[in-house]
């Protein structure tokens, strides 16, 4: 693997985070979050085993243009 399997891109001004998965040879939109709750009820509909603990895992994640859990626009 080249890159994160999953993205959760910069915070919107209007709040929330976009969340992309790479599968499939191509990016999905998952929709956008705006807590780890929401990122981990995507992952789980995404297929994503024990979605709760990759949060963290730059293995898996990547956080862009942005810190992680952090869902408002500064």
Not at 19 to 47: K, N
Not at 53 to 58: A, G, I, W
């Amino acid at each position: 693997m080249t890159s994160t399997p999953i993205v959760v891109h910069r915070p919107s001004l209007s709040g929330g985070r976009r969340m992309s998965v790479h599968r499939h040879g191509r990016d999905e939109i998952l929709g956008t979050a705006y807590s780890d709750h929401d990122l981990v009820v995507f992952l789980e509909a995404a297929g994503v085993a024990d979605a709760e603990f990759v949060l963290d895992d730059p293995r898996w994640m990547e956080w862009r243009d942005g810190p992680a859990q952090e869902w408002s626009a500064a």
